[in-house]
């Protein structure tokens, strides 16, 4: 059987979705074996990721693949580079290049309804494209038309994921808040929203890459009356008001009040937001109050970029650009004074995913005392990871809890996972993953929730 390899970009959730679209087209109908090192398989498809340094990250990929891979593999590269970096990725020899449309036509001549596949995750994307036009991004020039998923298909994907999942997050690749303007003519999230928490009140939901814009009276009552709505992702961005008109977002002023409301509303919701530092023109001045702004302490969780001088962009041609060394000091003292996550993450600075965490996590796990798991069964596979079966067997239990940690993030579910962590594990085993989870390269909130999850209360 021949083997094939996804190299996926793990930044936007469209191409997320489309990788599990095309592992399970892959998997339904082809003979192909699907492996994870790339080095021994027949074709290797890497999708390309265009955000901020995902095109230099992604170009790497590239390079690292033509060097490894088996000399008569097949490479294809895909994904979001290929509307603005076509000719450029053309000439790059022992590659070839091909849109997602024109990969699974590779694979079976067949017509693929996107949205009918099963996303393996407790994730519904509601939309596609974005109608916004930021000064200093590149998506809208990549993805072209907004496509909104109709209600149906969202709330049957939602219906599906209720029977299992506590939280679900409902998000657009890439941006939420015009979902429905191209299908009933009018922004419609606070009306889906609504649908969803009354047909499926018991569930969580966090609403993803929230334009500020869109927090309409309505949407600020949705979310004021359903209090499973649980977090919000608004991007702030910046709040300094001439920034703010370059970047063209709206204006601080807006956003404020709106954020407030909600904070009055619902004092127990989460607001997590990202903000670009060194944008053109941004002085000592200008960070120094979107750091006041921060201070103010709103939001739950930060994100923060550098600002990226992104080739067709209209902030890229703007006077003032910001020296890199100033971005990076600034870039350095959000993260620091705010356990800001760096976003998007590049290599020197690279946020692991879990798998790379189960991996690295791997060899202390091999020689853990036979008496760290209360279950005989999974004990075994402690005692001698010595066959594929039982590697994957220890990355599930692993996967489990590091699931159990993400998912925590209401009191309800903080509760409900501690006690299933405390009966299914002994304190030494819960002292072992927390120690893996404290020594990664995790956010700081992620850092205590875990504390508290796994250690007994008086270690904390
Ligand atoms: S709203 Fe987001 S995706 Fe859309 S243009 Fe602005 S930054 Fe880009």
Redesign the pocket.
Known sequence: MKKIAIIMCNDMHMDIERSNVLLNYIVQNSNYEIVCDYTIADIVIIQTCAFGNGKRYSMQVIADVRVNANPNAKIIVTGCLLPISREELKVIPGIEVKSFDELILMFKKADIHLYQEIVPQNKVIISEG?L???SY?V??LIVGKYTSKPMEDILSEVARLYETETNIYLTGA??TSDYGRDLYGEPSFAKLLQKICTQFPNCNYIIGWF?PAGLTEEMISVIAQNKNIIEIMLHIQHVDETILKNMNRPTMKFTDEKIQKLRKLRPDLAISTEVIVGFPGETQLEFQKLVKYLNRGYFTDIGVASYEQVLGTDASVMEKQVPEGIKKERLKFIQTKFNACIYPSNKDNFMMSVIEEYMKAYDLFCHLPKYILNNRQKYNCIAGIDTKAKTEELEEILKEVFEYIINSRSEFDFQKNKKILTEKYTTEARMLFYSMIERGNFKEGIKQRAKKLLLDDNQD
Do not use: I, N, V
Request: with cysteine; aromatic share 10%.
């Open positions: 974005c916004k036009r930021c991004c998506y809208p890439q941006e334009h």
